[in-house]
């Protein structure tokens, strides 16, 4: 592996531009380039350590929750609230029992990084980034020996998980081809719309919703013939989960697969999370935490007391990325209200769901602006990548996204910087070595 000379940053600047695969990594997507990782305290390390076993537990659960509520052991509003605006047959595969023990090998949380910890926003298993945080791994650990996962801990992760087979990548998702074509190589990717199951096992990049628009894929699946992963269990990609773990009534079921001390450590980074249910309350009750009994006077908020997201659930093309998502502090009173009846129109197929909004703390990175290093002032997502195998969770990489401080959403946006994570910094001669830099430039 060819050596970068520690103290040339630009050197380094320049072997990262050079080494982008010629087909890119996320297609039409550019970021800032860093010389650096992105440093984390052993505080946040230790969090994302613990963070993918009880994740995994996490799905364990909510799966069993729900087959637990088809079968009528628990209440049936828990699989009606994930199986809506499901295609029956899709709901019919999910609950096969072929796919009864099928659970998902990559678990991706988006944490926002804040002076107390991390705030769980979003949790994934049809994860985006896998083939860009291996590329930062390989680029930067030929400098860098402190990357949390190492130099090819994304590579192993992935290989570990899927070492033969296809990866079959659906038009909607088309952005993030460059980077399994990357991972994979050229002749184990496949276009969703004109894939036929055969023998060979598949590494899914499409979403559930995707579904009806696959004809070949629908045709050609049978569960008891074919392997595939993430298993098609739609109920497991909703955003919804989040709030049923809140939900009070369920509070006893958690605790007893999460333990209770794998609750109380979930509750510390899963912000308090409502379900937009339009079912009017009785007249004695109240939407729990924000003390209102309806949606219509959540609606009326006042600006300072809109420190709230909405999102939508699942099963919808606006359900990934940055699409669907609405800051309550950030929009007019009436788009406000607008968003909110959207989401209560939307609920017999599309639930929607809300958050209480997590500001991040404020942290510093350097980029490359043309022939000077400038540092931006921004927030941070921190998204880890977990891996199972082994019957073991594994933490294979990090992924950091820094956008400027005047972004709400955090995302891969062209102004963000984007680096892989490290768990000791670059020797401490790094800010030294920066700072005179600056001054040159």
Not at 57 to 72: I, M, N, Q, R
Not at 130 to 142: H, M, N, S
Not at 326 to 351: C, M, N, R, V
Not at 356 to 367: A, E, T
Request: aromatic share 14%; net charge neutral; hydrophobic share 40%.
């Amino acid at each position: 592996m060819t050596s970068i000379p520690l103290n040339d940053l630009f050197q380094k600047i320049q072997f990262i531009r050079d080494h982008v695969p010629r087909s890119g990594l996320i297609k039409d997507k550019v970021w800032k380039i860093s010389p650096y990782s992105f440093y984390l305290e052993e505080r946040y390390v230790e969090i994302l350590n613990r963070l993918g076993f009880y994740l995994q537990k996490f799905y364990e659960a909510a799966d069993l929750l729900y087959k637990w509520s088809v079968k009528g052991k628990y209440p049936a509003f828990i699989a009606e609230l994930l199986d809506k605006g499901k295609p029956a047959d899709l709901i019919k595969i999910s609950r096969s029992e072929e796919l009864k023990n099928s659970l998902p090998v990559v678990i991706r949380p988006d944490l926002i990084l804040t002076d107390e910890g991390f705030a769980l926003c979003e949790l994934d298993s049809v994860a985006g980034g896998i083939g860009l945080t291996a590329w930062l791994q390989e680029t930067y650990g030929r400098w860098n020996d402190s990357l949390i996962g190492g130099s090819d801990g994304m590579k192993r992760g992935f290989n570990s998980i899927f070492p033969e087979g296809v990866v079959v990548v659906s038009e909607e998702a088309m952005t993030y081809w460059p980077e399994f074509e990357y991972l994979v190589g050229k002749d184990r990717m496949r276009h969703a719309e004109s894939f036929q199951f055969d023998s060979e096992p598949v590494y899914r990049f499409f979403e559930c919703f995707d579904w009806e628009k696959l004809s070949e894929i629908r045709r050609s699946y049978s569960p008891a013939k074919h392997w595939i992963t993430p298993p098609l269990k739609p109920y497991l990609e909703e955003k919804l989960l989040l709030g049923l773990f809140w939900v009070r009534s369920l509070a006893d079921f958690w605790k007893r697969y999460l333990t209770e001390k794998g609750m109380r450590f979930l509750q510390q980074l899963i912000p308090y999370t409502w379900i937009v249910d339009p079912t009017p309350l009785p007249y004695n009750a109240v939407l729990p935490r924000l003390e209102v009994q309806s949606w219509k006077e959540v609606g009326s908020f006042s600006q300072s007391q809109r420190e709230l997201v909405l999102k939508v659930s699942g099963f919808s093309p606006l359900a990934w990325g940055s699409r669907g998502v609405y800051i309550g502090s950030d929009l007019p009173a009436s788009q406000w209200q607008e968003k909110i009846a959207t989401a209560l129109a939307d609920f017999p197929h599309h639930p929607w769901i809300m958050q209480k909004f997590i500001r991040g703390k404020l942290v510093s990175h350097p980029y490359a602006q043309g022939e000077k290093i400038e540092e931006m002032e921004g927030r941070a997502r921190v998204s880890p990548y977990y891996f199972v195998f082994d019957s073991k969770v594994h933490l294979c990489g990090v992924l950091v996204t820094i956008c400027p401080s005047d972004k709400k959403i955090i995302h891969g946006m062209k102004d963000a910087i984007i680096v892989p994570a490290s768990y000791r910094r670059e020797v401490e001669q790094h800010h030294k070595e920066h700072n005179e830099v600056l001054k040159v430039g």
